[in-house]
């Protein structure tokens, strides 16, 4: 199974309340990613765990968590949802940390914050 | 953050003709350069790759044109069909860092 598993497909959430988004697989994959992706916009990398290590992009350092249970799990939580949260969040993974194994994405979640 | 940059953001070819796209980066760190397709409800998908020590990928009706000098590569899809129509995003890693940077992404539409 090859497939990255990203729940719900679709959230809506209001201003200033928490969201906790959630993706797993079983590939047994060293690295697992969120990306965020708005419209006409590249997929922006908030955020990646190697194994039990969490790398966070500087300018998004603050406004989002992550925790990651066990290998197969990674959640991204967001504190309090602002309106420029309305987005497509993508969750990825790939085997190891070298950059040229593939990365394999989920479906997706869209936020939509109102 | 690093940058990636893609053109056309939009690119309509017939049936049977070559499509282009372009992307340029600017950070000499990155040393794999992967191109990825989307279809409508679906996730992106690898579709080809390639390192800086080769200037050209082929794989298929696909190919990978990449000039390390100026920073830029290329995706040309050969004999276009109907069913390439689909979201196509370039990307930059940076294997030491391990980061994936995208481009903003292609809409392809082929016309039969």
């Known amino acids: 199974d090859t497939t990255v598993k990203q729940n719900p497909r679709y959230k809506l959430a209001r201003v200033g309340k928490p969201v906790n988004l959630i993706c797993s697989q079983t590939?047994?994959?060293?690295?697992m990613y969120w990306y965020q992706k708005k419209p006409n916009q590249a997929p922006k990398l908030l955020l990646f765990?190697?194994?039990?290590?969490?790398?966070r992009e500087a300018d998004t350092f603050e406004k989002f968590q992550s925790s990651r249970p066990n290998n197969s799990f990674c959640s991204l939580y967001i504190g309090s949802a602002g309106l420029e949260y309305s987005a497509m969040y993508l969750c990825?993974?790939?085997?190891?940390?070298?950059?040229?194994?593939?990365?394999?994405f989920g479906k997706g979640t869209r936020l939509t914050v109102v | 953050q690093q940058q990636v940059r893609q053109s056309p953001q939009s690119l309509t070819v017939w049936e049977g003709e070559t499509a282009i796209l372009n992307c340029s980066y600017e950070?000499?760190?990155?040393?794999?350069f992967p191109w990825y397709h989307q279809f409508p409800g679906e996730s992106p998908a690898l579709l080809i790759a390639?390192?800086?020590?080769?200037n050209k990928k082929e794989d298929g009706r696909f190919t990978i044109f990449f000039n390390k000098r100026e920073k830029k590569f290329s995706l040309h899809i050969a004999d276009s069909q109907p069913g390439d129509s689909a979201t196509y995003f370039c990307?930059?890693?940076?294997?030491?860092?391990?980061?994936?940077?995208f481009g903003k992404g292609t809409h392809l539409h082929v016309l039969p």
């Open positions: 990825a993974s790939s085997r190891d940390r070298q950059g040229d194994t593939e990365v394999f």
């Open positions: 590939m047994n994959h060293d690295t």
């Open positions: 765990y190697y194994d039990k290590i969490l790398n």
């Open positions: 950070d000499s760190t990155f040393d794999y």
């Open positions: 390639i390192r800086p020590v080769s």
């Open positions: 990307a930059a890693v940076d294997t030491n860092a391990y980061k994936v940077i």
